[in-house]
């Protein structure tokens, strides 16, 4: 029997069981802050999640979702889940590669570029992954890509050179880093704050998926997209160790299955709308398509670059992660 199914079994067997059980436990009630708006198909996702969490565990674990960094800002919500001001959280992984290389594994250019490549490199990368996040006092429930990265601006960009001096609003180190190797200017926004950094003129351009252009109405202020594929990224859903370990063993069962079960369901809604979130920007009235050859080739080298970089950064972690991925 496959992990996954016998983790589903052995879900299964708990749901059986806590529903049988006579004796009544304390209710926990868990925060869930995420940075995302609440339309967002990731944030969906959790809410579907925490409700099957809700009636499998017969009430006895109650998840509250905030979305859009009501309760944590985006850039808070691993230190508040890791100091325990929340028991759970949901954050983009590769936010926190400037805490360790390894959390950008998913946001090395050009590494994976499609569902399967990206769900490979998880497999890859999950021992290394997991074993730094009990570091950080963290426990991993799961993780969902975001549809493939492109470019976003208010012009055509025909080069790598069409970018000198444009303000680009970066999300994490990587593409900060892909701002400056071309020349842009970087500033880091939350995809909350979006519309209103272009609207003010603080950002003019990004790399993001469809799904956040159509979240944020990027159509009011931009007129192209580029279909790149630079990577999927990540969100994850993380749990405080303690908070975790304070769970008997049939809940804890629980929720892993219906993790693995928000896994697959928020990859496969990943995929069904990637083409339908560019369908939008289309009928929006922005021009989408893919990138032109000199455009290609120019972020080809800064991503060459980049994977260099990381590899450097990472050190026997990254290696490890690029050998498991490449068998
Ligand atoms: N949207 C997120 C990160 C990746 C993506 O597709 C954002 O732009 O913040």
């Not at 490549?117 to 009990?134: C, G, H, I, R, V």
């Not at 071309?182 to 704050?193: K, L, N």
């Not at 990859?267 to 989408?288: F, P």
């Amino acid at each position: 029997m496959s992990t996954t199914l016998r983790t589903l079994t052995k879900a299964v067997a708990a749901v059986t069981l806590a529903a049988a059980s006579t004796f009544v436990m304390a209710g926990e009630k868990w925060d869930m802050p995420m940075a995302y708006n609440d339309g967002n198909f990731h944030t969906q996702n959790a809410k579907a999640f925490a409700e099957a969490v809700k009636v499998a565990t017969g009430g006895e674990l109650d998840i509250r979702v905030h979305s859009g960094g009501s309760l944590f800002k985006g850039s808070e919500i691993k230190r508040a889940v890791q100091t325990g001001q929340a028991q759970i959280g949901e954050r983009i992984l590769s936010a926190h590669a400037n805490e360790s290389p390894v959390f950008g594994f998913d946001s090395v250019p050009f590494l994976a570029t499609s569902f399967e490549q990206s769900n490979q490199l998880m497999d890859a990368a999950k021992p290394t992954f997991e074993k730094l996040l009990s570091k950080h006092n963290l426990v991993l429930l799961y993780s969902v890509p975001w549809p493939p990265g492109g470019f976003y601006a208010k012009k055509e960009l025909n080069s790598g050179a069409d970018m000198k001096g444009v303000k680009f609003r970066s999300y994490n180190s990587a593409t900060a880093r892909m701002a400056e190797l071309s020349g842009a200017v970087p500033v880091q926004v939350e995809a909350s704050e979006l519309s209103q950094a272009l609207s003010t003129g603080v950002a003019e351009s990004f790399i993001s998926s469809g799904a956040t252009g159509y979240d944020r109405k990027v159509w009011e202020h931009l007129t192209h997209w580029y279909d790149v594929k630079v990577w999927l990224p990540r969100n994850y859903v993380f749990v405080n160790k303690q908070a975790w370990e304070a769970l008997d063993e049939n809940t804890q069962n629980i929720v892993k299955g219906l993790s693995l079960m928000a896994e697959k369901a928020g990859t496969a809604r990943s995929e069904q709308l990637a083409g339908w979130y560019i369908e939008q920007l289309a009928a929006h009235g922005m021009q989408v398509g893919p990138a032109g050859e000199k455009l290609s080739a120019d972020f080809k080298q800064i991503g060459d670059t980049m994977t260099k970089e990381w590899l450097e950064q990472a050190g026997a972690d990254g290696q490890a992660i690029l050998d498991a991925y490449r068998k």
